[in-house]
């Protein structure tokens, strides 16, 4: 072997090297926060255009180590490691096939959020700037049988244009240009999610105005370049400034609306 | 003692040895994930035929040495070991007579799960197809005052079919092939149990239907053989994406419909 | 000085040295575990009989060193010790004064037990079988101003008979005949009352019957002499078994009681 | 440069140096609480009248070093430092300009208090003494858009007489005569809106007198002199304690009002 490649080759393996050392890391964080319990979740990252380094199915996130990783390529087919492969293989390489600025996918089960994803509520309304500018809105991506293609139907009209997506009576999936994007994406998910829960026991949150949101908008298409600023479908209400008292603002949430249906149906 | 039989010893004292510091780490990640607080909570181990090894009585399950453990026989006669065994030891023993291929127990108070069985309600909804596919239901065992036969007399007619069980106003126990799964099913539960309250505060979370199930136990017939299939009773419902309908939805939970019946009674 | 006195000295020094690292430890987990936040809470251990050990005042418990503690006497007089003693110190020595057998005490403001505090909502319903055994009922002292004598006001009918006792807008403050004992049951309340929270969510807890707080009486006489078995004033109410209908079991509540009363004024 | 100011300095550079493992400190501790996620929040240090140092933009706080951290001037002019500073620079800059005494100011997202924010709900009922006599009143600042002038158009009337700020919709900002007082206090603001949640999860909490809040607002005025007393605006109340039974208790705050309202409104 000429010696250039033999250096390039070394490079090479030091990348993944350093790779399988980062799944190791965000495991280890993912499951010591709760964002996972027991053999759950699975991280994955792209290493060049045809493999991808996932991690095997029926292993403890916060144990792992940077030798029971596995390789496969877009399909699945498992390339090398000794394992078995997660069964949420297809719904990681989902991503990669359709997003090719997508280098790391990450599934969890976030105890909060997974209640909003079991009670079938997606978390798309806009309430907090820093979401509407980084994530837009998370929606819920329909029931499918764990490990079958199911899984896949459900996800595949929302990958083009959502970082983040709840798996309704399932858990919840992000991705990133790198693997600590994609993880830092999970834990804010969870973090949204108490927020808001929180929220809704206090009254429910004041949402963001049609003018707030788009606002918001137009400064991320100056920093944001990866995702198209389409995607985000926000439900624009007319400003919620304009309806300062709280029981005229809490008409405005699906849920008291729904509430005094309720009561009106006595 | 001819050689082949002193070896035969060494190798048997180095998988107890093993076993020992297994049920260490194993209670301080109990104690440090908040699934026990104080000296509650116990775990136990199999280690041959008639030996059982476990934690003693009153000690903090996050600060346990190798030697402060005790070895019982099957009918809790302490074989080895200084301190008093658990005063739960019978409900350990029990899950190891009835059930040959369980290798491991695991007594825990985790609070939200510790919450449900403080209302008297079981975990028997199907609602996380991982749930369903690993433990089915997580029945609620009836109160029976605690170190006395009375908590075994609520198990015994639960232990043969099922790996995680509430115990009313008391806590929870797991069993499985080693200390690792047992362990996990308790986080599994806890987390389960925080998922479905998290659910309920947002309406009530989304039954899977009969047929999801039905697909679950399919496939779980193929990879678990351990626990028979019939074991599991769920509430198999007709199919929830029938009644799409929120409102329509909450009202075939069963507290939905305790709350109409009430309602209708003023 | 003879040699026996210098020895003992020695052995006495070396006791005071255990009781100042053990003060730290537990300080460092009480803020770990978030019973505690800032500079709150405070730890006391009686060193001989005219001496306590105790935490300064506007330290963070978390962050302790074993030469920043106080010894004072049991009028509150500082012995050794630069610091200002802490501004509850008062209520510790009440604690000494009253009881001979309790050689430790621990306050802190976990944040679930500190709720019901502050809602004026004693943790007095007999519940769970261990906190019956252990603790009997949690009673709430009567609100005073931090700092001042009426603190000890309101805790001193409560502190003979009780090891664990709710402060009104305030916080919980335990004993116990040694350090350990104490932290335990201050994770122990906040444990119970994360139970309790739980369980009132999903329709309240089942309460004990009088003839199950009966057996667990009759268990704890034989077990611990340290306090007198009258001291438990529980509400011992006609067997729960009896009212097995959730509606009617509802009913027994104080809250449901006074919700019931709520509706039928409307 | 002549020896004593060489000395002068390092000793200068000193202190600068452990101002800097301070704040790498405290964002390890901000983050593994869970008061921030991914790459929320920041925290900043006065060095001497013209000089802040201060976290860089889009880093996760948990894991700093001390050369990630930025100098600006009190216009928000980078002097020193590689990356770009916070986009809420500009909010931590007003504390500085306005208040002399303030050395260190604090911004995160802590879960429970910001969904007191995104619910539009201040923290200013007097409840816990310990709150009243250190923090007063924890008001709402109406919502900016992150990174514009609008944040710190809201928080302008609020910074003079406040040391914990809500940011509508956004998040926790709170301030300090050094980063160990800016800190706790932002742990504190969390572990109030904790405590109070539950409160009212159980029937809200009881309010402290106005006879109450006065003792503590008199003995405040000994201890703290940085902050005048006029500051506090406390809903000054009737004596609680006249109103014991539970229901009238209730009928006081603004969540039952709103409640009897909507109620009577039927």
């Not at 280890?28 to 699975?42: D, E, F, I, K, T």
């Not at 983040?164 to 919840?172: K, M, P, R, T």
Request: charged residues 25%; contains cysteine.
């Amino acid at each position: 072997m000429p010696q250039f490649l033999a250096a390039f080759e070394v490079g090479q393996s030091k990348v993944e090297e350093e790779r399988r050392q980062q799944i190791c890391r965000f495991g280890r964080w993912m499951y010591r926060r709760g964002l996972v319990v027991a053999c759950q979740g699975n991280l994955s990252v792209r290493l060049d255009e045809d493999r991808i380094l996932l991690t095997p199915a029926g292993a403890c996130k916060g144990r792992l180590a940077p030798e029971d990783l596995l390789i496969t390529d877009l399909s699945g087919a498992v390339l090398s490691g000794a394992g078995e492969p997660s069964s949420e293989t297809q719904m990681h390489l989902l991503f990669y096939r359709e997003r090719p600025e997508v280098h790391a996918v990450c599934h969890a089960h976030p105890p909060t959020a997974t209640g909003f994803a079991a009670a079938g509520r997606a978390l798309d309304q806009p309430v907090l700037p820093e979401i509407v500018a980084d994530l837009g809105t998370i929606p819920l991506a329909p029931y499918g049988t764990p490990g079958t293609w199911e899984v896949c139907a459900g996800l595949e009209p929302l990958v083009a244009e959502h970082d983040a997506i709840l798996l309704e009576s399932h858990g919840v999936v992000t991705c990133g240009k790198d693997l600590a994007t994609a993880y830092y994406r999970m834990e804010t998910v969870e973090q949204f999610a108490k927020i808001l829960l929180t929220a809704r026991t206090l009254g429910g949150p004041r949402l963001l105005s049609s003018r707030e949101v788009e606002k918001l908008m137009a400064a991320k298409a100056g920093r944001w370049t990866a995702r198209p600023q389409g995607s985000v479908e926000l439900p624009l209400e007319a400003d919620a400034r304009a309806y300062a008292a709280p029981g005229a603002r809490r008409e405005r949430t699906p849920f008291s609306r729904h509430r005094a249906q309720r009561r009106n149906a006595r």
